[in-house]
């Protein structure tokens, strides 16, 4: 009571004061219509302090955020839920939702009133404008009176994390493994040979019986079945330049290396590849992944990594079945390079489009294509992703047809 009396608004504690100084008016001047006037003044608001301390300290909220993971650029949706646990309405509840900026402005609903037993939902949408993890919540409502002269407030304590990751782009186009790679070896070796050059295994009950070898069974006098074909993987490594590039924002140099590799990533990932990603200067980020769970680590990963500033770092190595790398056109990465032999993308995100120095593009590309990749560079525009992706594997391919 305490607390709902300290809830007073300026104008319940103007109607106390009136009251107040009506009652004493009144009992020196005998004035019984006055003192009845001064007793409904001191009442009303000690009837809003009562109500309202007996509807909202008993009210539950829940939050929702669809999606979790939440594309640069994009909008999810929020849905807040408040629920009335007492048995009587509430009055008239306001609801103020803390949100990040980077997510929007805080969020501010009326909801009129909630019957006892009750809910009533909201929703909200919030902005993802830059890579990163980001709160929503607490919530705060204040419940008013109907005349205006009680505020009270509960602050929940929940919060819910959304996690902005880096754009995924579709992009088309198949690529091939190193022809000279274990994925190729062994696919040729389970392809060039027939039946009977697989070694087959004892039978087992419950094997079944159309996958039995009758010629080896003829041979060794016993039930003899093909063995299971050997799962083939194909294994990419993608290796990002994360130097600062000085600029920041959804859209600068470092977002769109980002970008460029987990559209890459979800490319290789739904057509059967496993991945891993490392950095430039030698820190593992996903060691590898596979399916549409390795595609949610990745997108982790991408989405709370920090540009580091430019060093020498160790050299770049290659052995995957396939090498991507995703760097700027900076002299430093342009001349980390190293020497391929088999098929390997590389994607220059052309930092001087942004007004960052750095190496002219042409440059960067003759450079890195002299050392055998297949390459092809990215600008500030979207659509440049795709276009890389698709200029570099056309690039492989035809070499690969010569």
């Given at each position: 009571m305490r607390r709902a009396l300290a809830a007073l608004t300026f104008r319940g504690k103007a109607?106390?004061?009136v009251g107040l100084g009506l009652s004493c008016g009144a009992a020196l001047s005998g004035q019984r219509d006055v003192l009845r006037i001064a007793v409904l003044l001191l009442a009303l608001p000690l009837v809003s302090v009562w109500l309202a301390s007996r509807t909202h300290f008993r009210l539950g909220a829940e939050r929702s955020v669809t999606p979790t993971h939440v594309p640069v650029g994009s909008t999810a949706q929020a849905t807040l839920t408040v629920t009335n646990l007492a048995r009587r309405r509430t009055s008239t509840l306001l609801l103020r939702e803390q949100v990040d900026p980077h997510l929007g402005p805080s969020i501010d609903r009326v909801l009129e009133h909630v019957e006892g037993g009750g809910s009533r939902s909201t929703t909200f949408p919030l902005e993802a404008s830059q890579r990163g993890r980001y709160d929503v919540?607490?919530?705060s409502v204040t419940a008013v009176d109907p005349f205006g002269l009680v505020r009270l407030t509960r602050a929940f304590r929940s919060t819910q994390s959304v996690l902005v990751v880096p754009r995924v782009y579709a992009l088309d186009g198949a690529v091939d493994a190193d022809q000279r790679g274990r994925g190729d070896r062994a696919s040729s070796a389970l392809s060039s040979g027939g039946d009977d050059d697989i070694i087959p295994r004892d039978y087992r009950p419950g094997d079944d019986l159309r996958r039995i070898h009758w010629r080896a069974s003829a041979h060794s006098d016993e039930l003899l079945v093909r063995r299971e074909e050997q799962p083939w993987t194909r294994h990419a490594?993608?290796?990002?330049?994360l130097a600062d590039d000085g600029i920041g924002g959804p859209r600068s140099p470092l977002e769109v290396a980002l970008s460029m590799a987990a559209s890459v990533n979800a490319h290789l990932l739904s057509r059967g590849w496993a991945v891993r990603v490392e950095s430039l200067?030698?820190?593992?980020?996903v060691a590898q992944a596979e399916?549409?769970?390795g595609q949610a680590r990745v997108l982790d990963a991408l989405a709370m990594v920090q540009p580091v500033a430019g060093d020498d770092g160790p050299a770049l190595r290659t052995g995957s079945d396939l090498s991507v790398l995703v760097i700027q056109s900076t002299r430093d990465a342009v001349r980390r390079v190293p020497l391929v032999h088999h098929r390997c993308l590389a994607f220059i995100v052309d930092?001087?489009?942004w007004g960052a120095p750095g190496l002219d593009a042409r440059e960067a590309l003759a450079r890195t294509r002299a050392h055998g990749w297949h390459a092809a560079t990215i600008g500030p525009s979207p659509e440049s992703i795709a276009s890389a992706w698709q200029a570099a594997t056309d690039d492989a391919?035809?070499?690969?047809a010569r």
């Open positions: 109607l106390i004061a919540g607490p919530l490594t993608i290796t990002i330049d200067d030698g820190r593992c980020l399916g549409a769970a930092v001087m489009a391919i035809m070499t690969g």
